[in-house]
């Protein structure tokens, strides 16, 4: 026992922080690539961010309304909606307006890259053992990691600004919306599956017109969950110089403003709860929507 | 009867499920029993060698309780069990042959299925679910639609196609599984516990909705079921499985009068037999006279022959008239009086060879004198005595004779 310790402590420290360290250099060895992915990046995000200016803020609070309304009609929504008009107002009167869009850009770009990388990981999770083996323990590892320590990387291979926020938040929120489509395709009932094949599905038709719609209620809840981990990315993210609401909290902070600080968090709190209702009412039934 | 038509045939399928399937196989063949086997591989023998054949248009029920290998035994049908080893020809075909989409055509075209708990898709319409086989094969949407909306209409679910499958009850969600099975226009209906999960009264109902749908459409049904009583209502024939083997397959009767060992005696010991046996299996062929060539004396003597105190009458051509008593008749031949007809009680109970005993139960027992069975022409052609129901009730051989009370 003794000379366990012994043997132990003798043991000189691993240079796991030069491990990794040299592996980040190796990996801006490949510039051209983390290149090519920040205009991609960056693309969507001044797509979304030109479309989101087009609209006056009166107007834009106007569609926001309408599209509560569409999404929500089967459900009592109408002091939701009144929520909804007086706390964009605030946001608008306090002068965020604009770092309230730049804000919902990059919640926007990272639901829509978690959406599109997560879901099919998540379907390939539910069908394949090996897959799920090896990606399910690297999902615990991104989520359960500081997401503060994604900044770093992030910096040394996409430079300052939205890119490497929007990457960040990428990781942090990728981890929910993989594992609930994985658990909405294993929870479609085993008859349901043996009907779709008993009936000549082949596995295409078997994922569109069987899984993917009887998981739907799942995965909407899963990118809901990741919507709400990207916006909480949004001051974290202010550090490495993404703008919007989360930098005006940053600021506040160095500045030691309480005030600026609340008022910009609140702003933040309305935009999460219009958020979050607006992506669960998507996931209500579908059938609710379309009587 | 028409000569049978095999639509199946099934050649040495053997199902063995566990991670050593080629050595449980092995000792399988070499005559270990299944417990050895799944001791020594871990492995379980779902069905083993079976060979048997289905006819065309015949409810074949393949009968078992839980665990038998029945519901593996159905779904080699389609594959989605893959068997381990042996063969299955579907008109002629090999379809073990099958890949890809050949496959794919044989569960479009040729089966369909029809689910324990129906299996329905909750997101869409009684429609767009009674549609689905044609979806996936690639059918227009109009036309689709119409043919679903056909199906259901011959379930009974006519008005429903914009409901859901929650809004409706069990029994109705199993009519559109029925008719899901049936707007693809298969050959065969694969139907696994089909009406198990309805209660008593919906199951009966569906049951003679079967038998009704059958009637009109002729298909191969291969149907799933752990209730004998059901299994003996609706099928053509049945197999018994019993522990992955096939046990026995036989026509309904046949398997009530001839089982063959003790787990299929066991089994049908329990049987409502009332249910199974009609009027034709417990009726005697009786002594009869015919009213235009005999007379009262005539009468009198058969009377005495068989120690019987009544006898039936028929006319030339052996259409049923009544019955009469023999004190009426000696009391005719006190009175020198000849016709028959004066005597003749016509008010007999009457019923024809294929009604169901439990149909006729309470009459016989409240009936004075036997019940007449008619054919279609009112020809006599036997009579129910109240003996003979209860022997058969209690399991007795059913035999015709010829003695009378």
């Known amino acids: 026992m003794n000379n366990a310790l012994v043997i132990l402590s003798g043991i000189p420290a691993i240079p796991l922080a030069k491990w990794i360290n040299s592996f980040v250099n190796w990996l801006t060895g490949f510039a051209g690539f983390f290149n090519a992915l920040t205009a991609g990046i960056g693309a969507i995000l001044d797509s979304i961010q030109w479309i989101l200016d087009l609209f006056p803020a009166w107007l834009f609070i106007i569609i926001i309304l309408a599209l509560t309304w569409y999404i929500l009609r089967n459900s009592k929504h109408w002091g939701f909606m009144i929520f909804e008009l007086l706390g964009l107002a605030l946001i608008w009167n306090q002068g965020f307006w604009h770092d309230m869009t730049q804000t919902l850009t990059l919640v926007l770009a990272t639901s829509l890259i978690i959406i599109v990388i997560g879901v099919p990981l998540g379907i390939w999770m539910a069908k394949s053992n090996t897959v799920n083996m090896i990606v399910k323990p690297i999902l615990s590892f991104m989520q359960t990691m500081p997401a503060f320590v994604y900044l770093i990387p992030a910096v040394a291979l996409f430079g300052i600004g939205m890119v490497p926020g929007v990457v960040a938040s990428v990781i942090f929120s990728l981890p929910p919306i993989v594992s609930t489509t994985c658990l909405g395709i294993q929870q479609v009932p085993a008859d349901l599956q043996e009907a779709a094949v008993a009936f000549g599905c082949n596995n295409w038709q078997k994922l569109y017109k069987v899984e993917l719609p009887i998981a739907r209620t799942t995965i ?35 500045r ?16 999460a709860i219009i958020l979050d209702r607006l992506s669960e009412g998507l996931g209500s039934s579908k059938r609710h929507q379309n009587k | 009867m028409a000569e049978k038509q095999v639509k199946i045939k099934v050649d040495h399928l053997s199902k063995i499920f566990g991670p050593h399937v080629n050595k449980a196989q092995e000792l399988l063949s070499a005559g270990k029993s299944k417990a050895d086997i799944l001791a020594q591989t871990n492995s379980t023998v779902g069905v083993d060698n079976a060979d048997f054949t289905i006819n065309d248009n015949e409810i074949f029920v393949i009968m078992g309780l839980s665990g038998s290998g029945k519901s593996t035994m159905l779904r080699m049908f389609n594959r989605l069990i893959e068997p381990t080893s042996g063969t299955i020809y579907v008109d002629d075909e090999n379809i073990m042959q099958l890949s890809g989409k050949g496959l794919l055509d044989l569960r479009r075209k040729k089966m369909s299925m029809v689910f324990q708990n129906f299996a329905l898709l909750p997101n869409r319409t009684i429609l767009d679910n009674a549609a689905f086989g044609l979806e996936v094969q690639g059918v227009a949407k109009e036309t689709r639609n119409q043919k679903a909306h056909e199906s259901l209409e011959l379930v009974g679910l006519k008005g429903y196609d914009d409901s859901y499958p929650d809004e409706l009850s069990g029994g109705m969600q199993q009519r559109v599984g029925l008719a899901r099975a049936i707007t693809n226009d298969p050959d065969i209906l694969l139907m696994d516990e089909a009406f198990s999960a309805l209660d008593p009264l919906n199951r009966r109902e569906m049951q003679n ?20 009583n059901e299994a003996l209502r609706i099928g053509d024939r049945i197999l018994m499985m019993h522990d992955g083997d096939v046990v026995q397959v036989d026509t309904p009767e046949d398997l009530l009068t001839h089982p063959k060992n003790d787990y299929v005696k066991a089994f049908i010991e329990n049987v409502d037999r009332s249910k199974i046996l009609t009027a034709g ?25 068989d120690q019987i105190s009544s006898i039936f009458v028929v006319d030339n051509d052996r259409h049923f008239l009544g019955l009469i008593d023999a004190d009426d008749v000696d009391q005719m031949l006190k009175n020198n009086q000849r016709d028959l007809h004066d005597v003749l009680n016509t008010n007999i109970p009457r019923t024809t060879a294929e009604k169901p005993l439990s149909d006729l139960m309470a ?33 007795e051989r059913v035999e015709g004779g010829s003695d009378h009370e």
């Open chain 2, 209 to 228: 909705e079967l038998l009704d749908l059958q009637h009109q459409l002729h298909k191969t049904i291969i149907f799933i079921s752990h209730d004998l």
């Open chain 1, 256 to 271: 030691n403003d309480a005030g600026a600080g609340f008022a910009a968090g609140i702003a933040i709190v309305i935009l």
């Open chain 2, 363 to 395: 009459e016989i027992s409240k009936s004075p004198v036997p019940f007449a069975v008619l054919d279609d022409e009112k020809h006599l052609e036997g009579i129910i005595l109240r003996s003979r129901v209860l022997e058969a009730l209690s399991g």
């Open chain 2, 281 to 305: 299996n417990v009726m005697i062929k009786p002594n009869t006279v015919n009213i235009e060539k005999d007379g009262p004396k005539m009468a009198l003597r058969r009377m005495n022959d």
């Open chain 1, 220 to 254: 909407i809840s899963g990118i809901n969950q990741g919507m709400m981990l990207a916006l909480s990315m949004v001051v974290i993210a202010s550090m490495i110089g993404t703008m919007g609401l989360g930098s005006l909290v940053y600021f506040a902070v160095g």
